[in-house]
């Protein structure tokens, strides 16, 4: 299988213990409990993402230092989360659910205003942060925990019990307003569920019902929503207003051309014409800067780190690790996919970074910490055969 | 600690489950890449031209460069019009915080006129590129700037910026003949070739500034610069440097005007003087004038009304647009005209009883002396401006011969070269009569014609001319206000110069000039009293225009008439004779007879033009007590 060829021709760590069933000598990397493939791709990201930043945010050296730092935070949340074994993340997945639910309520009733919309919370001269980010993991460990404890495929009434858990999350957030995270999390908890096997007829069922859904959608969303989804439709309506975003960054993308206009060389960029372009708009610059060889190099970078994932996923012992690293994994793709969609033009405007490259500190944390969740399923195993 | 796991849990069948659904989630990743890479490659190599053109177009804009106008001078190279740097204040709306706050600052601080202010509100709503400064007051006096300068920090994005405009150092005299420049208006906008006006606020309204307009202009150079998106520049990337526009020598000589200027002072009225043997315009005034800088920058429309409803019509350029009938001053052209036509002789008599009568009519026209001049010949007949010969002389041209040899002259045409707006006045004849009201042309008309009345109308720049062509001998020169355009000078032989007057007898010429002459010099001359003290040899003409017609045997009395109904004075002169130097016209308007109201001041300017300042004895002032 192509996976499996894949991930063997990058084994640098005994995937399968041996069949002997000794207890064999742990390396260095078994012993912290990393795995040094991922982290040798995320360290590469964050490091290409950084020389991007410098250019992105004009060439400002503090800005740089600013995401380091925070990268400095997130990778000691993943190594932090790495030393946790899934047994403990398994026990603690209700607790943490139920507190990212209630802080999430907490910001319902009375978050701080920021960005013009409602996503922080505050404990004054403490801490400052966005609890939906927590529900990023939070969702599916929760999901993950319940269906492990469910015969798999999930029947009929755990699949209500699953829409219960992600229901009331997914809507505080998209009221928050934060379309995007919402979608996020909703991505998390259905990853988890079709992982664990949910029935294609069911699958099938759902489209459709979402499809049915999409007028009511329409219905209640926010007049800027709308008026992204209608400018993502024809963004030349309104060039000078909800479609400048759009025609710039496609605009930025398409001149870097083949090879593209060089670093810090972006006129696009470098003169402003890019709106937001060190955070949800930062890959117009790659695009600008470094062209076509530029973004499939990142594109590169971000499959391989997928791929790493989703072979580690397959390593896991248990149901709970197994699901909990696949959902992981695949909302990380569908944060590329959706950021490089958006900015280049396919999909319609959602506030998604472009992970671990666009300006920004609690997303890169979070998505630092799943990765170390995923590490922990690796390095945790009972080094028995099955 | 191990979970307790479910009984029915098969985890071989998880297992399997798990690794098909991951392996299609990794089929489905692939796919969404694919997608994301098709999408790239459209947009950075399909479209890739489309993007470079856009993202250029983006970051570069290019700036008109506005040539500079070019000056106008007099034949002295004395300066007319110039540009002198003015300072406007304006305003950068991105970089002023709160705008209610800075125009109420600076409404305090500059004294602004409400309703400025309120303009500037409406112009600040009218969406334009970012970053572009607002004019917000144009022409800023020196405190201004100061007090601006000592509050600068209080107000970011509030700037003074300098621009050339137009100024006329001596407005007043030179506006009807100058013209002046004003801000272009949409419908010249439709006109103009925009990219050489691109950054040009101001063009040629009227007279010189609107003919010469192409070669005072030049062309509009431009830079290319970098900006960024709020439309800051960053750097030039390129530019072409603007060719100013050509400097303008003109015939007017600055001092003659101003002598015409003042010799009008506080009437209505215009005077036209040309060098016959160049046919250059030596002096074109119309009175009153007016301030043509307040165009410049805009008049008020109070004031420009103000202008508009005065009675003296200030904005209405008589030389050019001045419709008078030509009265008496047009008899030295009739005689001429009789004498190619063979109708008179210079020796011919007529007897004048005071009146002349048609065949079968019993209605007199009456000579302006009643009791009559007697035996008169040509040179007396224009000597004393008697009518009766002149009635005789039109009734035997009859009206075709008569307009037609008028034509000859200028009358009835647009003549000169580069005058802009010159009108045709009217020489009338049958053709006209009968489109215009539908009627024959009756013989009586014709004798009205015949001493300058009735329906024919000249212009003070036609009267100036035909004499120009007269003191000739007939010899066509188009007149003209341009000498010099840059370093080129205007060539003598303009392209549709008229045919030259040539007579049968070219002694017929001094015939005609002699009895001018005696109108100033001789005896009897109308204009006698103008002579006196004469150090050369001068043609002249007068004429009285009516404006009021008297009924049949109705005697005329100044006094009675109100201001306005009064005739006009008209005077036309040449000097010296036997070598002209220069052709005059005069014209005051409601001022009464020619000979006395209008005669003294065309001598004031041959006299100015002819003497040197030391030769020149009679002061203006002493001329214009004489009138009385």
């Known amino acids: 299988m192509a996976l499996i060829d894949l991930a063997r021709g990058m084994r640098g760590y005994p995937v399968r213990p041996p069949q002997s069933g000794m207890v064999r000598r742990r390396s260095l990397w078994s012993r912290i409990h990393l795995d040094p493939w991922l982290l040798l791709l995320l360290l590469m990201l964050l490091g290409a993402g950084l020389l991007v930043l410098y250019s992105a945010s004009g060439q400002r050296i503090e800005v740089v230092i600013a995401q380091a730092s925070r990268f400095g935070v997130a990778l000691m949340a993943l190594v932090v989360l790495a030393q946790l074994s899934p047994v403990t993340l398994l026990r603690w997945a209700p607790l943490a659910y139920g507190a990212s639910l209630l802080m999430l309520v907490a910001v319902e009733v009375m978050g701080d205003m920021g960005m013009g919309a409602q996503r922080w919370l505050v404990i004054p001269g403490v801490v400052r942060f966005q609890p939906s980010e927590l529900m990023k993991l939070a969702m599916p460990m929760m999901l993950a925990a319940y269906l492990s404890r469910r015969e798999l495929p999930p029947r009929w009434r755990d699949l209500l019990v699953c829409a219960a858990v992600l229901a009331l999350p997914v809507l505080l957030i998209a009221r928050q307003p934060d379309l995007g995270t919402s979608l996020l999390v909703l991505c998390a908890a259905v990853f988890v569920v079709l992982l664990a096997g949910l029935s294609w007829r069911f699958i099938v069922f759902l489209c459709v019902v979402a499809a049915a859904a999409l007028p009511l959608l329409w219905m209640n969303m926010h007049n800027y929503q709308r008026q992204r989804v209608l400018t993502f439709l024809n963004p030349e309506s309104d060039p000078l207003g909800a479609g400048w975003n759009i025609i710039q960054s496609t605009t930025a993308i398409g001149s870097g051309g083949m090879f593209g206009k060089g670093w810090l060389q972006g006129t696009q960029s470098q003169l402003e014409f890019l709106p937001e372009r060190h955070t949800d708009f930062i890959v117009a610059v790659l695009g600008e800067e470094f062209g076509l060889a530029g973004m499939l190099l990142f594109l590169a970078l971000y499959l391989l780190i997928v791929c790493r994932g989703l072979w580690l996923a397959n390593a896991a012992q248990d149901t709970f690790g197994r699901l909990l690293a696949g959902s992981i994994i695949l909302t990380f793709f569908i944060y590329v996919f959706v950021n490089i969609g958006m900015v280049s033009g396919i999909l319609p405007v959602v506030g998604v970074p472009l992970p671990l490259v666009s300006y920004g500190g609690t997303s890169s944390v979070t998505l630092m910490a799943g990765f170390g969740i995923l590490m922990s399923i690796q390095a945790h195993r009972r080094l028995l055969p099955r | ?628």
Request: proline letters at 5%; a negative charge; glycine letters at 8%.
């Open chain 2, 1 to 628: 600690m191990h979970n307790p796991r479910p009984a029915l849990k098969n985890t071989q069948q998880e297992v399997r489950i798990f690794r098909i659904r991951s392996l299609l989630a990794f089929l489905i990743v692939m796919l969404l890449t694919s997608l994301l890479i098709s999408r790239l490659v459209y947009l950075q190599v399909v479209r890739h031209e489309v993007y470079i053109t856009r993202s250029e177009d983006n970051r570069v804009r290019v700036e008109p460069l506005p040539p500079t106008r070019g000056l106008i001078f007099d034949r002295n190279g004395q300066l007319l019009a110039e540009n002198r740097p003015t300072y406007n204040l304006t305003l950068v709306r991105e970089r002023v915080d709160d705008l209610e706050e800075t125009l109420a600052l600076l409404v305090d601080l500059l004294d602004l006129p409400e309703e400025e202010v309120e303009a500037f509100r409406q112009r600040s709503r009218q969406r334009q590129r970012p970053f572009q400064p607002a004019l917000l007051m144009s022409d800023l006096s020196e405190e201004q700037i100061a007090r601006l300068a000592v509050n600068r920090h209080r107000l970011p994005g509030v700037e003074v910026e300098a621009q050339l405009l137009r100024y006329y150092p001596d407005a007043e005299i030179m506006s009807h003949a100058l013209g002046f420049v004003g801000r272009i208006n949409a419908e010249e906008l439709k006109e103009l070739d925009v990219g050489n006006y691109a950054g040009t606020h101001f063009i040629g309204k009227t007279g010189v500034e609107r003919f010469y307009e192409d070669e005072l202009h030049g062309q509009a150079g431009l830079r290319k610069v970098e900006t960024n998106a709020r439309g800051r520049v960053l750097r030039e990337l390129g530019r072409t440097d603007p060719v100013p526009g050509q400097d303008l020598t003109l015939t007017l000589d600055k001092d003659l005007q101003a002598l015409g200027h003042q010799l009008l002072e506080g009437r209505r009225g215009s005077i036209v003087a040309i060098e016959p043997g160049s046919g250059e315009i030596l002096a074109m005034v119309s009175s009153p004038g007016f301030d043509s800088n307040r165009f410049v920058t805009g008049i008020d429309s109070a004031s420009y009304q103000a202008l508009q409803e005065d009675i003296d019509l200030p904005l209405f350029n008589r030389a050019i647009r001045g419709q008078y009938p030509p009265g008496s001053t047009v008899k030295p052209f009739l005689a001429l005209a009789g004498l190619a036509e063979g109708v008179i002789t210079p020796e011919e008599t007529i007897y004048d009883p005071g009146y002349y009568q048609l065949p079968n009519d019993s209605r007199r026209y009456r000579n302006w002396l009643r009791w009559g001049h007697g035996r008169v010949d040509l040179e007396r007949a224009l000597a004393v401006s008697n009518n009766t010969y002149f009635y005789t002389l039109a009734h035997d041209l009859g009206i075709d011969r008569l307009s037609e040899r008028m034509h000859t002259f200028g009358f009835g045409e647009r003549n000169a070269y580069d005058v802009f707006g010159e009108s045709t006045a009217l020489m009338p004849d049958r053709d006209w009569k009968r489109a215009r009201f539908n009627q024959p042309w009756y013989p009586g008309e014709t004798l009205s014609v015949g001493i300058g009345q009735g329906y024919w109308m000249v212009t003070p720049l036609q009267l100036a001319t035909a004499t120009s062509i007269l003191a000739n001998r007939g010899e066509w020169v188009k007149p003209r206000i341009a000498k010099r355009i840059g370093d080129q000078e205007l060539a003598v032989d303009l392209p549709d110069t008229k045919e030259d007057i040539v007579l049968e007898n070219d002694a017929w010429w001094d015939r005609v000039f002699s009895g001018m002459e005696k109108v100033i010099s001789g005896s009897e001359g109308t204009a006698r009293r103008t002579g006196v003290g004469l150090k050369y040899r001068m043609g002249g003409k007068s004429g009285t225009a009516q404006v009021f017609s008297l009924g049949q045997d109705q005697k005329y009395n100044a006094e009675e008439l109100a201001e306005r109904l009064r005739d006009h004075a008209l005077f036309i002169a040449f000097a010296p004779i036997e070598d002209p130097q220069i052709a005059v016209a005069v014209i005051v308007e409601n001022a009464g007879g020619g000979s006395t109201h209008a005669a003294h001041l065309a001598r004031a300017m041959t006299d100015a033009w002819l003497l040197e300042p030391e030769e020149n004895g009679r002061n203006v002032d002493a001329l214009l007590e004489a009138e009385d």
